[in-house]
């Protein structure tokens, strides 16, 4: 039962489920396997032996955005930083949609441009993907023009399928719609294309980037956004002014001052992946879909009676309820341990038949 | 000149305005003029070593919520933590607000109530304080009756005036509007009345605390909100999964388990700000507003030339535009000698007449 209070339009709002049980093998939040290295943890040390907790965050993260700027090859006008790239979809949603506009997001997509658009009072419309979670860019800008969306946001590359649409595909889209385009490059480091280089050529696109994938800094909630001025300064002036704490800037500027650790880390997740690709490609029964990110995704009849062995096993990787993701599975690419601990309890479960749900 | 895409309300939203100059004595804050210890610091740097930071954070950050249900002497089922009181500000607009509802604030208050509220989309409608800047409550009971908003919200003490209503007052305003009270408890250190014991007596009360003021942490934003089983859960659905950063909650736990701190260091800053209210009451022209949080609001018919006096001293307080506050100056306790630095520089714009200006 709601209370009286609460708008009536969230009725329908799903909430975000987090798993918060602790499990031996963890694979199911596209999280970074690797650990940060010692040297940088006791720069972080440095930092908090100078930190003014006493003080105010700098409202505008100057000198990390200056830093991921660089990373990014963009300018430091160009870029705001966030908590989480989840409130930098807050901040477009509250800056542009108006109650009952529409936002365009693909089916599968991340679930969270649906949910903030509800919060901000939009409606979320879903243009699905084919069988292979492939977008068919003439179908989706087709699709787009009956819409009059005011905007659409998708991930590349799509978080939960890791499947990726070219640039010239995107650029298509940004070119022929009449709606802001909002890129969400989470996954950029696993596939290395990225329309950063574009932001000031139209004057309705946005990037998204984290630093909680590649990165592996999850726990600081950090990401960031790249336009053109123009957008920039009207999301500016809806962003919370102290947005991100003292201590996550001063810790993305660590990690960015040593930024060839991206790209290491990056390059071994990327090596693990294939390998664990090469590995599940050994059960014939699975079907591996294409991926650029630090994820598979794989779908097989007896998706729940293995998940119930994974479980039984202490493993946890993202399942998923309806549509078209029935019977798929996301592993995150973990490292050659937890792989290997995966690929154990797979191999019992077709060994003894996968007799465990029948 | 506004893009195409800017939601069209929003050409009216005042953004907040930070002033990320460097100065040599800064009191414009309301921060806590004390820095961390040096054994707190270094349990930072202890769980810097063992933090995990590939890994998301504890969505529902439950041990520092347990640890703040302890300080503030409730059951850890009727807390929430956010990024800064601001974003729990946002939470409650976006679960309880629909388009075009209203929302009664006083002014003068905290301008971000209205701030969150217009991006919302609800109305912020204002009730003005007398000359005192008390509040009548049987006038704000009347007003919010005429009004019939959603949700009442108010900072007790009240920033920028540090003028406080009456628990009893509280508790009539509470029982008689058909609406949410919210009562942004901010500055409660510094006063230690508070409402939180009555929490689950009333289905319409929400608190709300931080850990920016007595408590010396505004680096990490880390706030509170309080309420009854059923407002949580309902703003629990709205919250964003993520929101507090796992460094803020495991620094909030040092902090929270050492709040004898806290307590220590809100008697060093009432210390100090008695001490600086005898100094500034033997300047005649000088009118006190009576204040029971870490600041004092001070009004003064040169204040304009006053204020460009201290700036050239490299002094910033916080001076206020227009309406009741013209003229007023609202100055953050600073620690003894960062008083004495801004006490200087007044005696001798008054022993030289004050004439800069004239």
Chains 1, 2 share one sequence.
Do not use: W
């Not at 009536?8 to 999280?31: C, F, H, Q, S, W």
């Not at 600081?220 to 009207?234: A, K, V």
């Amino acid at each position: 039962m709601s209370s009286r209070y609460l708008r009536k339009e969230l009725g329908t709002l799903k909430p975000y489920i987090v798993d918060r049980a602790k499990y031996r093998i963890r694979l199911d939040a596209n999280e970074s396997f690797l650990r940060l290295e010692d040297y940088l943890i006791n720069e972080m040390k440095d930092q908090i032996s100078s930190a003014l907790f006493n003080r105010y965050p700098d409202a505008d993260s100057e000198a990390v955005c200056s830093l991921y700027a660089k990373y990014a090859g963009v300018s430091p006008e160009n870029i705001m930083a966030g908590n989480g790239s989840d409130e930098l979809i807050q901040v477009m949603v509250n800056t542009f949609i108006e109650k009952g506009e529409k936002v365009v997001v693909l089916s599968p997509d991340f679930s969270m441009y649906s949910f903030y658009t509800e919060i901000g009072g939009g409606i979320p419309v879903e243009i699905e993907s084919d069988e292979e979670f492939d977008i068919d860019i003439d179908y989706l800008i087709k699709e787009v023009a009956k819409i009059s969306p005011k905007m659409v946001i998708l991930s590349n590359p799509n978080n939960p399928t890791g499947a990726v649409i070219k640039r010239e595909d995107l650029i298509k889209l940004i070119e022929s719609c009449n709606c802001l385009v909002v890129i969400d490059e989470a996954y950029f480091e696993f596939f290395r294309e990225t329309l950063v280089d574009k932001i000031s050529s139209y004057d309705n696109l946005i990037i998204l980037r984290t630093c909680s994938k590649a990165a592996g800094m999850a726990a600081i909630r950090l990401g960031f956004l790249i336009t053109n001025h123009q957008l920039l300064s009207e999301l500016k002036s809806v962003k919370p002014p102290f947005n991100v704490n003292s201590i996550s800037q001063s810790f993305g500027e660590v990690i960015l001052k040593n930024e060839n650790v991206i790209k290491l880390n990056s390059d071994k997740i990327v090596e693990q992946r294939e390998i664990l690709i090469q590995e599940l490609r050994k059960f014939n029964d699975l079907k591996l879909f294409k991926t650029k990110a630090n994820f598979v995704l794989i779908k097989f009849e007896k998706a729940e009676a293995l998940n119930k062995r994974l479980l039984e096993e202490d493993i946890k990787v993202r399942s998923f309820g309806g549509g078209k993701l029935t019977n798929c599975m996301r592993i995150t690419v973990g490292s050659e341990i937890e792989n290997a601990g995966l690929l154990e309890v797979i191999k019992d479960f077709f060994q003894k038949g996968g007799k465990e749900n029948e």
